[in-house]
């Protein structure tokens, strides 16, 4: 799985996992929106609130907000480790 950001702050879209770790301490610590790009490899499989899911291989997008202390920096870093 690779994660990588589209976040309109001059850091373009990449792998930031595979390719730009460096990427997530540059990112702004101000509240806003972000858009990660989701590339999965292989099937994901798991459970949520007890149901069972598969996402198949492809490309996803998540959108979210960061609006707690830290900003977009640290809710992008918080993705990354889980």
């Known amino acids: 799985m690779t994660i990588g950001t589209g976040i309109g702050t001059g850091i373009g879209a ?23 790009l989701i590339d ?5 499989s ?6 069972a899911f598969t996402l198949p291989p492809g490309l996803y997008f998540y959108a979210g907000s960061a609006r707690g202390p830290g900003g ?7 993705h990354l480790r889980r």
């Open 40 to 44: 999965l490899d292989k099937a994901l």
């Open 46 to 51: 798991g459970t949520i609130r007890h149901r």
């Open 14 to 36: 990449g792998q930031v996992r595979a390719l730009f770790p460096e990427a997530v301490p540059h990112l702004p610590k101000e509240a806003g929106a972000y858009l990660l």
């Open 72 to 78: 977009i920096a640290a809710r992008v870093a918080r």
